[in-house]
């Protein structure tokens, strides 16, 4: 901890409010994940990460910039981190997950703005978050408004850089993106000083395909009804992926899987199959530490098996084709991989509700809650598209909005409790 300290206060953070941060961390994850029985093993990597998460890899971060090499910090996953990799730069996530940054966003954001923008924002101008300090250049996205004006206030503290993501699919729009990715492998030479080349992006499309295939591993074991890891677990893995360096990960999520097959051969699960519900949840993105709906659901009778959202199934779902050899090719291979993602920010955006019902076949769940941050106008909005199309195919669903206090925890546990109990009659 002591050489914590040391590398908070060279990167400039305000390190005695920083503390309370620490403060009340390692009791949330003694609560949400050590308490847990029959864990999978393999768990053991994640829970040393998250109990040091502002010390093991911002160290790690900083170490890497010592030898030459630049981070790029993230807020959505249609930014193409193979076009960063490709340069020898590092991709870190930057989505604020806690209320504990909520506060200093609000003195330069409305209030109205979902909690997740305004907790980045917090997290940087707070000074309270290693990776918001450690990061050379921001790439932000104009995928909602709420970020894009985030965008507008962050690029007046650190160097920020912007994609303009289209908001359709059709071919122009593709050809577009392919674009916008050529545009900015442009800028990632820049602030890495290396060329990209086509074998250099080649090696990197397959580093972030076998993280995908890793990752689908996971979740394909969470198909089973065995039920061989918890929801909050499986959210963990994918939360910190983002975070972490894409070989370690691909090879800490295998092991996982490796595991989870065994558990379903031995049928070895985490929760009683025949009396706990198996639940989907979709809507907008958990970032870390955000794991308040999981816990809710997973003590109240029910386990998570299958995220239809950006830390779920959108991160590893569909693979870059890998037989490009020139980069107009990998780019736009690129870019067809990134359109097959189904944010609500894009119109018309009928293939999210397509997935949410394929999910719910595939994960054989007996019921789906909807949920997002307040404030989210788009995935708000999408609510009522989702349960026509799920109540059309007979799957059960919850409607909920939260942000990340605790006032309304007990509201939800009693919302959540009856749809439980809804299920099991
Ligand atoms: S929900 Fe949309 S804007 Fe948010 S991270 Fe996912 S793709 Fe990006
Ligand atoms: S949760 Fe909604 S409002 Fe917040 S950043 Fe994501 S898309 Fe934008």
């Known amino acids: 901890m002591t050489d914590n300290v040391k590398m908070w206060t060279e990167l400039g953070m305000d390190v005695e409010n920083h503390d309370n941060l620490c403060q009340v961390l390692p009791t949330a994850v003694g609560d949400v994940f050590l308490s847990q029985e029959n864990r999978p093993k393999a768990m053991d990597f994640w829970d040393m990460v998250i109990s040091d998460v502002h010390g093991i890899r911002p160290a790690e971060l900083i170490e890497a910039q010592k030898n030459g090499q630049k981070v790029f910090g993230t807020f959505c996953v249609y930014v193409p981190d193979e076009v960063i990799i490709a340069a020898n730069g590092i991709v870190t996530g930057l989505c604020g997950g806690s209320q504990f940054w909520v506060p200093d966003g609000e003195k330069v954001l409305p209030k109205n703005t979902c909690p997740l923008v305004k907790a980045s924002v917090g997290a940087r101008l707070g000074r309270t978050c290693p990776f918001f300090r450690i990061a050379d250049i921001y790439v932000g996205e104009t995928t909602c408004d709420a970020k894009k004006k985030a965008y507008e206030i962050l690029g007046e503290d650190v160097d920020m850089y912007v994609m303009n993501v289209p908001q359709m699919k059709r071919d122009i729009d593709i050809a577009h993106w392919k674009d916008e990715i050529a545009t900015f492998s442009k800028k990632v030479e820049e602030v890495t000083g290396n060329e990209i080349t086509p074998e250099k992006l080649g090696e990197a499309i397959h580093i972030l395909n076998e993280r995908r295939k890793a990752m689908a591993r996971v979740y394909e074991a969470r198909k089973s009804k065995v039920a061989p890891i918890s929801g909050r677990d499986a959210l963990l893995m994918t939360q910190i992926a983002f975070f972490d360096d894409p070989v370690r990960c691909t090879e800490m999520c295998n092991r996982l899987a490796d595991e989870l097959e065994e558990r379903i051969e031995n049928n070895n699960g985490v929760v009683d199959p025949k009396t706990t519900k198996r639940i989907l949840i979709t809507g907008t993105p958990m970032a870390v530490p955000n794991w308040k709906l999981h816990n809710i659901i997973e003590t109240s009778g029910a386990i998570v ?11 590893f779902e569909h693979l870059v084709d890998e037989s490009g050899t020139t980069l107009d090719e990998q780019y736009m291979n690129i870019a067809k991989r990134y359109m097959k993602n189904n944010c ?52 059960p669903v919850l409607d909920l909005e939260t942000d990340y206090e605790d006032s309304d925890a007990e509201q939800l546990r009693t919302r959540i409790g009856a749809f439980i109990e809804m299920l099991n009659a």
Do not use: H, S, W
């Open 305 to 315: 098996v299958c995220e239809e959202m950006c830390t779920g199934t959108r991160y």
């Open 344 to 395: 609500a920010c894009f119109t018309p955006n009928g293939g999210r509700i397509d997935d949410i019902i394929r999910l719910a076949k595939e994960y054989q769940v007996d019921g789906v809650i909807d949920c997002n941050l307040k404030f989210c106008c788009l995935y708000d909005t999408e609510k009522l598209p989702v349960k026509k199309a799920l109540n059309e195919a007979d799957i």
